[in-house]
């Protein structure tokens, strides 16, 4: 079992900046990838970024590349998503989550584990 706690949301002006938490604790040595989702209200969630925990190979959605960086802190099992110039179109709740099975990273259904989310608004 993983459990993944998000933390570092809030509301910040268009232009501005947040770096979001997500602490893991449980089987995270085991641990293929660790990705962040988003989900807007009203639409699908969708996929952020992603690091690889092995070898910290990192994956951006087109959306978010050169804006958002995904890192990570091995010591504290913990994974960080700093988000700059954010939008009022990166206004959504944004979802930690954990790949264990070697499956896909880019996409929902590579993931099982998954935190509580965190609500990001950004206002124009």
């Known amino acids: 079992q993983v459990q993944l706690v998000e933390s570092g949301g809030g509301l910040v002006q268009a232009g501005g900046s947040l770096r979001l938490s997500c602490a893991a604790s449980g089987r995270t040595f085991s641990a293929y990838a660790m990705g962040w989702f988003r989900q807007a209200p009203g639409k699908e969630r969708e996929f952020v970024a992603a690091?690889?925990?092995?070898?910290?190979?990192?994956y951006y959605a087109d959306s978010v590349t050169g804006r958002f960086t995904i890192s990570r802190d091995n010591a504290k099992n913990t994974v960080y998503l700093q988000m700059n110039s954010l939008k009022p179109d990166d206004t959504a709740v944004y979802f930690c989550?954990?790949?264990?099975?070697?499956?896909?990273?880019?996409?929902?259904?590579?993931?099982?584990?998954w935190g509580q989310g965190t609500q990001v608004t950004v206002s124009s």
């Open positions: 989550a954990a790949n264990t099975k070697f499956r896909s990273w880019g996409t929902m259904s590579g993931y099982e584990y």
């Open positions: 690091m690889i925990w092995s070898d910290g190979r990192s």
